[in-house]
């Protein structure tokens, strides 16, 4: 089994700054990416940031130049940092984690969300 836990999220004010930290644990072979997601009231779950084993990272447009997503891959670890927050970043921040817990066996794997809060 493996876990993702999360954690970071709070309230902040427009154009503060939050840090959120992704943890795996548990049986994992290799992580091939990991990533963050967000999920507002009554919109869709959106990819926020993306990286994978090699290091590539995406984001999505709207917090190109705000957000960075970087890793310690000896504790499994991901973060995202988020500068210039807007109140349009309130949302339940999720953390992925894309697991092979075998050589040929790959999982999808999701923390339990942190909320993130940002006052105008």
């Known amino acids: 089994q493996v876990q993702v836990v999360e954690s970071g999220g709070g309230l902040v004010q427009t154009g503060g700054s939050l840090r959120l930290t992704c943890a795996a644990s548990?049986?994992?072979?290799?992580?091939?990416?990991m990533g963050w997601y967000r999920q507002a009231p009554g919109k869709q779950r959106e990819l926020v940031a993306h990286?994978?084993?090699?290091?590539?990272?995406d984001y999505a447009d709207s917090v190109k130049g705000r957000f960075t997503i970087s890793r310690d891959s000896a504790k499994n670890t991901v973060y995202l940092q988020m500068n210039s927050l807007k109140p349009e970043d309130t949302a339940v921040y999720y953390c992925n984690a894309v697991v092979a817990v075998g050589a040929y066996l790959i999982n999808d794997y999701w923390g339990q969300g942190t909320q993130v809060t940002v006052s105008s």
């Open positions: 990286i994978t084993s090699s290091g590539y990272t």
């Open positions: 548990g049986n994992i072979f290799r992580i091939n990416a």
